[in-house]
């Protein structure tokens, strides 16, 4: 049974960049896409990227230019590379494997 585990929130001023990461105790290579969502309080959750088996990279239009999902399937992490944060991204930011797992959650919070 597959574990996602991420890491990397934190706080953040607006602009600044943080860099998430989603360890799996599976083989990522063995699932057709890894992904990234958030939700923010009282709103439904989100899709902000999604890396296909292939490599090819999906965003929500909010995130695109500033977001970047790349994966290391030797490590078998994924990571969400975000750029000029802005307050709206503040949320809770998810891993997804479209094996059905999802991980625990890491928030990030922007803000001065």
């Known amino acids: 049974q597959a574990q996602l585990v991420e890491s990397g929130g934190g706080l953040v001023q607006p602009g600044g960049s943080l860099r998430l990461s989603c360890a799996s105790s599976?083989?990522?290579?063995?699932?057709?896409?890894m992904a990234w969502y958030r939700q923010a309080p009282e709103k439904e959750r989100e899709l902000v990227a999604r890396?296909?088996?292939?490599?090819?990279?999906t965003y929500a239009d909010s995130v695109k230019g500033r977001f970047t999902i790349s994966r290391d399937n030797a490590k078998n992490t994924v990571y969400l590379q975000m750029n000029t944060l802005k307050p709206e991204d503040t949320a809770v930011y998810y891993c997804y494997g479209s094996n059905g797992y999802w991980g625990q959650g890491t928030q990030v919070t922007v803000s001065s």
């Open positions: 599976g083989k990522i290579v063995t699932v057709n896409f």
């Open positions: 890396i296909m088996r292939s490599g090819i990279t």
